[in-house]
C-alpha cells in the first residue's frame, strides 16, 4: 500500500496522451486506467495512443473516457496495444513524435514500458522538451532506480504455477527439470521463483558457475540426500544457450534431464493483487508528478514509498541487487 | 457422472496389488484412492508397486492402508511413482513380474497408465494367467477402445490456460504464435484446446497439410479480416518438426511468428474435477470388474457409461475419431 | 468433441435475433460468438438483445459483427447482459416480444439460459409461431432432456477449488466444514464436486436424510477412523434451512462445525474447456438446426451426441438422475 | 527479496521446538520447511510440535528431518496442525508448557502465528525465561510492528480472484454486491482487495460511515455515471451485521443488492510467491537471530528489511496504517 502524495497546483494540463510500448506486462491495462481516470478527476482530457511509439509517430490516437477503462483492471496485455518501434530510436523520428503530439495539443505524454519504452521517453523529454512521464511496466523488474516494476509479481506467479505441475512430474519420475523463465539480463525472476519452488539450484547472471561446478554440487547434493525437489530453475539471460549445453553436460554425467522453457506464458495473463494495486498506485501518482510540475521522472518505488526518479539514469546505470546472489549463493551451500 | 456396476460374488480375492506407469497423468493419485478405498470395502487387502512395472520386478511394494490415501484426490503426479522399464517389454521380465507377485500372494493386479502400460498388463495377462485390470490414464486420450482417459480434461484446460496467456501477448502486439501442445500421434489434445482457445487455424496428425496451404488459409483470412487470435495450435505427433519448418515458412512469407511449446507443464497439476470423478468411478469399478471375475481388460468409457474393454484391443489398433478432422476441416473453412 | 450435423439447405433465414436470460453462466460468451459466427458465415444476420426478454419487448438490439464477438470467448458473464423479466411471463409481455421481433424483420430467435428462459422460449414458439432454438446454458444442470448444460463443468469446477481451500484449514484444525453449493432443486453440483473432493457426506434433494441419522454416520465414520476430509457439501435445494440446523444440530452433539456458503462465485470466471466446446458445438449446431427447419427444440445432449429435444417437455418434465441418489448413497455406506 | 543476516555464533543451540497456532494461514507450511531446513543446516535438531500450545502442553511433539518437509512450501494450512488453546492463556498452562519443553531438551521454541499466538509466546518467554522468536504469519496482516506477514498476499489473491467471477455475474445483470471479506479488525485485506477488484466502494474499520452517506455516495456516482463495478468490498470488522443492515438500507432506496460473504475460503490454498519467499526467509532469518542471542521477538518486515521486533509492543500496541483511510477516502471522492 503506498502514500500518494498531496496534490499541487502548480502546473496545469489541459490534454494528456498515454502509450504502452515494448513487450506487455500484466498490470498494464490497470495503470492505463488509473491513469485516465486520475487525469478525469482533475479535468484533464485524455488520448490513448494505439501501438506505442509508431501510434505516436503516426497519430494514431483517441480521446478515452470513463467507460473505455471500465472492466480492464483484470485484464492481462494493454488495449492500447503494444509495439517495438525502430523509427523512434532516431531524433528524426522522436521529432516527428513530439509533432504529431503538439498537433493534437498534447502537452504532456505518460509512457509505460520498460527500459527500451523509458529510455525513448527520457529522450524524447530531453530533445523535446516535451513533458514525459513514465511508468516501470515489465515482467523483469530491471529497470534502474526502481525497486519494484508493473508486472514482475505475476510473472513470478505465473512461473512458479507452471513449476508447480513440472515438480508433480519431477517428483513422480524422480526426474531432474531445467526450467528456463524469463527476465533478459537479469536474475530477479529466476531467483524469487527458484525460492519459492523449493529449487535445488537457481543459475542466474549475476552469480555465473561453470558446469562442472554446477555438476558438482548436484552430486554432493545426492550424495548428502538433499535436493530431492528435482527442480533447476534457469534464467533465460545466464549465457547463451547455458540450458541446453547443461543438460548435454549432465547427461554425460549419468542425469537425464528434461527441459522446459516457460516463454511467452510468463507475459500474460490476469494481473496480482500487487501488480493491480500497484499499477492503481502509481497511475495516480503520475497524474500528481505532472501537476507538481516534474517531467523527465517515472513512478518509482523504494521499499514502500514512491518516489519521482530521474528517466536519465536509467540509461546511465545497471540496476544490480546484491541480494540475488547472496540468496542463491546461501541455497547452493 | 457414471453408474457403477452391481458387485457380482463370482470371484473373491483376498489381496491385489496397484501400480502406476509411463508419463504420469493428472487423477492418478484420485484412482489410486479409490481402488484402496474401494478394494478395503471389500476387505481386500492391497499392496502399493513403486515405480511401475520395474518396482514390480524387483518387488518394491508395501502394504497400504485408508489413510496412506488421505488428502491425495486433488494432487497431481502419483504418490507410487512411475517410471518406463525395458525389462518388463521382454517374456523374462514379466515372468520375473509374475513371480514377485505371486511371491507376495498377490492374486490380481491393476494397473493405471497409457498405452504402453496397458499393453504390458495385457502382456503379463496372457502369458501368466495373472487376473489384471487396467485403467486409461493418459493426458493425450489415444487409448484404443476408451472415448475419455484419466487426464486429458485436466491437460486440456491447463493448455487453454497457458494459451489465454498467450493470447494477451498476440492481442497486444498483434502477433502470430504457433503454440504446440501434447498428444504423441494423436490430435485430441490439439483439437480441444484450438476450439476452446479461438485459434485460427489447428493441425493434428489426423489431418495434415502442406506448408504453402496453411499460409494460404492465413493469408485468406488475412484479407477476409478474420482469424484475429493470433493463435495456432500445433499437435506435437502432426509431423516432425513442423512447428519450426512453419515458423520459417511463415517469415518467408511477411510474418513474425513465435513458438510455444507448453512442454511438460501439460502433465501436472491438480486434477479437474471431471478426472476426478472419472478416476473414482473407474476404481471403484475396477475392483467390482475383479469381483465379477473379468480380467485382461480395462474399465472404458463409452458415451457416458463405463464398460470393461479388452486390453488386447490396444495394442492391435489404432484409436481415431472422424470429428477432429470434421471440427479441424469446419474451422479453416 | 461432438460431431456437428450437415446443413440442410431446407430453410433459409435472413436475420436472426440472440439472447441471454435468466442467471448467468459461464460459457454463455462462448455461445454467443459461437452463434454469430456460424450464422456469419451463412451469411445471416445478427442481431444482439440486450438484457433477456425485457430487452426483448423493450427492442433494445444492434447488430453483430464477426468482431463483436473477438476475443470474449474466455469470458465469464454475458457480453448482452441478462435479466429476470417479469412481463414476459404474461401473453401480453410475449406477443409484444414478438411484435417487436418483427418489427426487425427477425425471423428466429436463440435463446440461452436455463429453465425459465427455455420455457419462455417455448411459450414464444408456440403462442407467435416465431422460430425459436434455445441453448441449454445454466451452472445447475437441472434442464430436462439434455444430460449437460454450458457452464455447469465450470461451476463445479470453481466449486471444487474452493472447497480445495477450504480443507486445508479443515485438516489444520481437524474441524467439520459444511459447505453450502448452488443446484436449485438438483443436487447435480453437489454430487460432482462432493466426489471431487473426497466429502464425507454430501447431501441432495433426491436422497433426503434426517438429522439424526446423519449424525449417526457421522459417528460411526469417526469410530470407524473414517471420513477424515472434514468436509460436507450440502446442495442448496435440500431442505430450507439445513444447513444452519444441521450445524445447530451438530453443536448438540459434541462438533465444533462450520458453515460456508459458497454463493455466487460459483456463477462467474472463464469457462472450463469442456463449457468452451460444449457452447462453441452447440452454437454451430443451432445455426444448423435452424436450417434443417426445426424450432422450439433445444440443442441438447445425449451421452456424446448433440440431439434437438423439444422446448415442450422442460416445463412437462423434471430432470432425474436415479445416479446421483446410488452414488451418494454408496459413499455414505 | 529481503537480505539474510549474518550469523552470529554468539549462542548455541542444540535443540528446537517449531509450532502453528490460532487461525492457519498460506505459507505456514513453507516457514516451517525454512526453519527445519535452516536449523538443520546448522546442526540443531528440530522437534516439530503438534496442534499449537494445546499440543505443547501435552507433549505431543515429534523430530523432523529435511525429508519431513518435502514438497510442502506449496501447500495451504499447516502439517503441524493447529489449534485455540484456552489453557496457555493462563500462567498455569503457560507453566506446562515450559516443562515440557525442558523435559524433552528443547532450548528454543519458535512460534509461527497471529497476535494470539505471539501474545501467548511472548508471555511464555516472559514468565519462563525460555528463548522463544515469532513468525508474524495471518492473513490479517493486523500486526503491530511489522508492515507484512505471512499469508496475506495469498489471501488478498484469493478473494481477489473471487471477486473477479463475482463481478462477471454483477455486470451482466447490472446489479450490485456487498462481498464481505476476512481481516479482523483491520481494514488490510479489504483496502488492497478493493482497489485491486475496482471496487465502487470499500467499507473498512478505520473509516466508518453512516449509512445514509453511503448511499449517498453511491447515488450520486449513478448520476454521475461512475461506479459501474457493481462490487462493494465490506471488511468483516468494520461494524457488526453492517452488511446486511446496509443491504437491508440499500433495498428501501431503490437497489437489489446481493450479498457474499468469501468466508473460509480466503483462508487455504497454495500460497502466492510472495508468501513463501517472504516465509523463507523469515524462516532463515529466525534461526539467525535464534544464534545471535535473540529472544522475545518477532521476525518482522520495515519496507524491505527483516528486522526482529519485540514480541512485547504487539500485546501493547495496535497496527494503524493511516493510508488506508486516505486510500478509502480518495477512491469515495
Known sequence: MYKLPDRSSGTSFDTIGILTSGGDAPGMNAAI???VRAALNQKIKV??????FAGLIGGDMRRMSSASVSNIIQ????LLKSNRCEAFKTVEGRHQAAEALRKKGIQALICIGGDGTLT?????ARESGMTVIGLPCTIDNDIYGSDDSIGF????NTAIDAIDRIRDTALSHERLFL???MGRKSGFIATQVGIACGAEMILIPEYPRALDSISHTL???RKAG????????????TEPGLTERLAGYLRQHGEEPRICILGHIQRGGSPTGHDRVLASCMGATAINYLQAGYTDVMVATLGRELIPAPLGDITARRKHDPRLSELVMLLHK
Not at 509479481?153 to 513470478?156: G, I, L, R, W
Request: charged share 20%; no cysteine; glycine share 20%.
Open 226 to 237: 538433499r535436493g530431492s525437489s528435482g527442480i533447476i530453475v534457469v534464467a533465460e539471460g
Open 179 to 181: 526450467v528456463e523463465v
Open 153 to 156: 509479481d505475476t510473472a513470478v
Open 75 to 78: 485484464r492481462g496485455g494493454t
Open 219 to 221: 552430486a554432493s547434493n
Open 47 to 52: 488520448y490513448g495512443i494505439q501501438r506505442g
Open 120 to 124: 525513448g521517453a527520457h529522450l524524447l
Open 33 to 35: 486506467r488509473a491513469l
